[in-house]
């Protein structure tokens, strides 16, 4: 996975939300809520497997 592009996808959604909130599209809005999380979901794993990774269990 490149590195990064979990964060780029939040700041997409966060664009596509705020977007959404000022033209009044309620769906466009929760688009980007829902890429957020994703990208979250997605940082928080490559940090996750980076650790074990780093500290194999003995």
């Known amino acids: 996975m490149i ?3 979990a964060k780029t996808q939040q700041i997409k959604g966060k ?3 705020t977007l959404g ?3 009044g599209d309620k769906s466009m809005q ?3 809520r829902g890429e ?3 990208g979250k979901v997605k940082e928080v794993t490559e940090k996750v497997a980076h650790q074990m990774h780093r500290h194999p269990k003995d």
């Open 3 to 5: 590195k990064g592009n």
């Open 15 to 17: 664009m596509k939300e």
């Open 21 to 23: 909130k000022a033209l």
């Open 30 to 32: 929760r688009s980007g």
């Open 36 to 38: 957020q999380v994703r």
